[in-house]
T-cell receptor
Framework: DAMVIQNPRYQVTQFGKPVTLSCSQT?????MYWYQQKSSQAPKLLFH???????NEADTPDNFQSRRPNTSFCFLDIRSPGLGDAAMYLC?????????????FGPGTRLTVT | GQQVMQIPQYQHVQEGEDFTTYCNSS?????IQWYKQRPGGHPVFLIQ?????EVKKQKRLTFQFGEAKKNSSLHITATQTTDVGTYFC???????????FGTGTRLQVFP
């Protein structure tokens, strides 16, 4: 089945130690998103790629970076994780042209910062 | 900036009772989507509404888009324990073209 895959599902990192989360898709969608979701809150968009064009949200900290080497893969790099960065990180994809379509979410990576 | 509020924040119902969550935007919307997130799960798309006053049904779920395209509602008839989860609206405005998730309504259903 076509899907959105995130690895790892659980990640523990130390305060200040860089960490990379990965997302891959078999849907061949042109847009990939990264969201941060904290407990009992709505998903918060960090950035997204429309094809190779990177779109950063104004309030996304510089500590968060992203790479999309090809259509299928997208990475979230947290350069110096703080305790406040502990959260669920959700990757999503969608097809976007003149019409907006639904977003398909991966299962998420739960990040713990010690 | 654009704000998308949902009420209520929490709702506990007895199985078989109806449930409604309301979504309100501070700006006029081009479209609105609804997602369901089960406990420990990820958001799953339910439906998209585009037209003013649009009403769509999926079995026991009824979705409505307001005439002014600033609000929406999701109504579940005769809830079941499988309906448990958090329901998010996600709104896209003409101004920013971004999809903004609402604050969510967490539904608990008691058997």
């Amino acid at each position: 089945d076509a899907m959105v895959i995130q690895n790892p599902r659980y990640q523990v990192t130390q305060f200040g130690k860089p960490v990379t989360l990965s997302c891959s898709q078999t849907l061949n969608h042109n847009v990939m998103y990264w969201y941060q979701q904290k407990s009992s809150q709505a998903p918060k968009l960090l950035f997204h790629y429309y094809d190779k064009d990177f779109n950063n949200e104004a309030d996304t900290p510089d500590n968060f970076q992203s790479r999309r080497p090809n259509t299928s893969f997208c990475f979230l790099d947290i350069r110096s994780p703080g305790l406040g960065d502990a959260a669920m990180y959700l990757c999503a994809t969608s097809e976007q042209g003149e019409v907006y379509y639904e977003q398909y979410f991966g299962p998420g990576t739960r990040l713990t910062v010690t | 900036g654009q704000q998308v509020m949902q009420i209520p924040q929490y709702q506990h119902v007895q199985e078989g009772e109806d449930f409604t969550t309301y979504c309100n935007s501070s700006t006029t919307l081009s479209n609105i989507q609804w997602y369901k997130q089960r406990p420990g799960g990820h958001p799953v798309f339910l439906i998209q509404l585009v037209k003013s006053g649009e009403v769509k049904k999926q079995k026991r779920l009824t979705f409505q888009f307001g005439e002014a395209k600033k609000n929406s509602s999701l109504h579940i008839t005769a809830t079941q324990t499988t309906d448990v989860g958090t329901y998010f609206c996600a709104a896209r405005s003409y101004n920013t073209d971004k999809l903004i998730f609402g604050t969510g309504t967490r539904l608990q259903v008691f058997p």
